[in-house]
């Protein structure tokens, strides 16, 4: 099979995603992709199907049927290998909080297979940048919602990933450390890395992501940069990310489709 040069450059490729619970459908038939040097945010109602989308390209869900591919490669075909390139914040981290920051990063660089030394550099570095020396060595416990929330995000790109996968990240951070996360995030992405951002936070989606997925009753909506999704939801050169995702997610119905049969690219976990 040729694969297109446009295929090639993608690090992210999803297509046609289905999952349900309990017979229930998360998502139907969803689809979208990210480039290097990009932050993409995946923004959508409550129930829209974004954490789903999001635990199975990490390998944490197996889809009911769909592709995914990783920088080329099928993750469901190949599921253990390319996460040594990705790191996960999840919505709601949990943390052992019995251990201090310096222990609970020692201990996932190990797991990354860093080496020693990396490990406390990166250590250092991250906990620095987060405003997190001074809590180095004090149990995670007595740190705050939001300073548990560095934690969690230094954990994800200590080994430094070229792809970053993060689900409501900003929760519980005040709007200081939002900001160094953002700036962290853009650096990445600078330097070549993919982000993909789930958030509710519609203004730091619009500010933050080169590209938008909208996603409402487990299907895309609407995918583009800002100034496409002001054409598709017609609300001219100057409306908001919030304009834009209010009118598309009122205008999407819940949609009376059925799952297609197995064929080709189908797996099930």
Same mark, same amino acid.
């Given at each position: 099979?040729?694969?297109?040069?446009? !295929?090639?450059?993608?690090?992210?490729?999803?297509?046609?995603?289905?999952?349900?619970?309990?017979?229930?459908?998360? %998502?139907?038939?969803?689809?979208?992709?990210?480039?290097?040097?990009?932050?993409?945010?995946?923004?959508?109602?409550?129930?829209?199907?974004?954490?789903?989308?999001?635990?199975?390209?990490?390998?944490?869900?197996?889809?009911?049927?769909?592709?995914?591919?990783?920088?080329?490669?099928?993750? +469901?075909?190949?599921?253990?290998?390319?996460?040594?390139?990705?790191?996960?914040?999840?919505?709601?981290?949990?943390?052992?909080?019995?251990?201090?920051?310096?222990?609970?990063?020692?201990?996932?660089? !190990?797991? !990354?297979? +860093?080496?020693?030394? !990396?490990? /406390?550099?990166?250590?250092?570095?991250?906990?620095?940048?987060?405003?997190?020396?001074?809590?180095?060595?004090?149990?995670?416990?007595?740190?705050?919602?939001?300073?548990? /929330?560095?934690?969690?995000?230094?954990? /994800?790109? +200590?080994?430094?990933?070229?792809? %970053? =996968?993060?689900?409501?990240?900003?929760?519980?951070?005040?709007?200081?450390?939002?900001?160094? +996360?953002?700036?962290?995030?853009?650096?990445?992405?600078?330097?070549?890395?993919? =982000?993909?951002?789930?958030?509710?936070?519609?203004?730091?989606?619009?500010?933050?992501?080169?590209? =938008?997925?909208?996603?409402?009753?487990?299907?895309?909506?609407?995918?583009?940069?800002?100034?496409?999704?002001?054409?598709?939801?017609?609300?001219?050169?100057?409306?908001?990310?919030?304009? =834009?995702? %209010?009118?598309?997610?009122?205008?999407?119905?819940?949609?009376?489709?059925?799952?297609?049969?197995?064929?080709?690219?189908?797996?099930?976990?």
């Amino acid at each position: 099979m040729v694969v297109s040069a446009d !295929r090639m450059a993608l690090t992210i490729e999803l297509q046609q995603l289905w999952k349900s619970y309990d017979g229930k459908p998360a %998502l139907q038939g969803l689809f979208f992709d990210a480039r290097p040097g990009e932050i993409v945010g995946l923004i959508g109602p409550n129930g829209a199907g974004k954490t789903t989308t999001l635990k199975i390209l990490v390998g944490l869900l197996r889809p009911d049927y769909g592709l995914i591919r990783v920088k080329g490669n099928d993750v +469901l075909a190949d599921p253990i290998s390319y996460k040594a390139d990705v790191g996960y914040m999840p919505e709601a981290p949990t943390l052992p909080e019995y251990l201090t920051p310096n222990e609970f990063l020692g201990y996932v660089g !190990r797991i !990354r297979n +860093l080496p020693r030394d !990396r490990i /406390a550099d990166r250590t250092r570095e991250l906990l620095a940048i987060l405003d997190l020396a001074p809590k180095a060595d004090e149990t995670i416990a007595s740190l705050s919602k939001g300073m548990k /929330a560095k934690v969690a995000f230094a954990a /994800a790109i +200590l080994h430094e990933p070229s792809i %970053l =996968v993060l689900d409501e990240p900003l929760i519980g951070i005040d709007p200081a450390g939002q900001h160094l +996360l953002k700036e962290r995030l853009a650096a990445m992405a600078r330097a070549g890395a993919t =982000v993909l951002v789930s958030t509710h936070q519609l203004d730091t989606a619009e500010r933050l992501c080169g590209r =938008v997925a909208i996603v409402n009753h487990g299907r895309n909506v609407a995918t583009g940069d800002l100034a496409a999704l002001r054409a598709q939801a017609h609300t001219g050169a100057e409306g908001s990310l919030e304009d =834009v995702f %209010l009118r598309l997610t009122q205008e999407a119905v819940a949609p009376a489709i059925e799952p297609p049969r197995p064929r080709g690219w189908f797996r099930r976990g």
